[in-house]
């Protein structure tokens, strides 16, 4: 029987890899065999080398300001090119400010719009002509319930995320005859250094009670569905972008 979480021989790149859900998602690559980059803004990330390498495939990190244009310039083939080719994108990296359309400035809307909207078009771009050169491979972009349901307090973030869920559908239309699946994934309130003060008992309590889960989520749960958009099993789904937030969007 075909083992579909074996990723042996498959190589991919993992953007806001150093922590949280990329940590969770690029160790979970690695963990079944993959060649995984990471790229991060941190100078350097020497421990999630050694633990993404401990799995004994060819792993590497890269450093790079993702909301940078020049900084992204070439950025995926020279990746790639460490990787021996590509097979998997994972556009992760992002951020988030506490304002409203009217306390918005100009600043944080363009801070926000060239990490999660721009990157994620530059990146795709780029990693198109090596993905056909594979044979075909998986874009997976991480979205957010916030393009669901965003309730005022982030409110850049919440528009920006709606954006890769429709750059999210456009691409897949567009790449689908090409043998490049493009879905999304919409992560609930996931424990991570960046959702600290969600888990602290007194917040925890009044937010899980719009969780029918009854529960936040933890980062091994977002890199479970992205195992499945990343492997074989996911081969017919296409340009959609799935909710991770213990029924959340539904409730």
Not at 88 to 100: C, D, K, R, T
Not at 165 to 184: E, F, H, S
Not at 220 to 242: C, H, P, Q, R, W
Request: charged content about 20%; proline content about 3%; overall charge neutral.
């Amino acid at each position: 029987m075909k083992d579909y979480l074996d990723f042996t021989g498959k190589r991919a790149i993992v953007t806001g890899g150093r922590r949280g859900l990329g940590r969770a998602m690029a160790l979970a690559l690695a963990e079944r065999g993959c060649s995984v980059a990471v790229v991060s803004h941190s100078k350097d990330a020497p421990e999630l080398l050694a633990e993404l390498n401990s799995f004994g495939g060819k792993c590497f990190y890269f450093s790079a300001d993702l909301g940078n244009r020049e900084d992204r310039r070439g950025l995926v083939s020279k990746m790639a090119e460490a990787l021996g080719g590509l097979d998997i994108l994972i556009n992760n990296a992002g951020m988030q400010f506490v304002e409203s359309i009217e306390t918005c400035t100009e600043e944080q809307w363009d801070t926000s719009r060239s990490l999660m909207l721009d990157a994620v078009y530059d990146l795709s771009h780029q990693a198109v002509p090596l993905l056909k050169a594979s044979g075909g491979g998986k874009i997976i972009n991480i979205a957010s319930i916030c393009a669901f349901r965003e309730g005022g307090g982030n409110f850049s973030y919440g528009v920006m995320k709606t954006g890769v869920m429709g750059m999210t559908r456009c691409m897949a239309n567009a790449l689908a005859k090409d043998n490049i699946n493009v879905n999304a994934i919409a992560p609930g309130i996931i424990r991570t250094d960046l959702t600290e003060r969600c888990f602290e008992p007194q917040r925890y309590q009044a937010l899980i009670g719009k969780y029918p889960a009854r529960r936040l989520g933890e980062p091994d749960e977002i890199a479970k569905v992205a195992l499945f958009l990343a492997g074989d099993m996911s081969s017919f789904v296409n340009g959609v972008t799935i909710p991770v937030d213990g029924g959340f969007t539904g409730n």
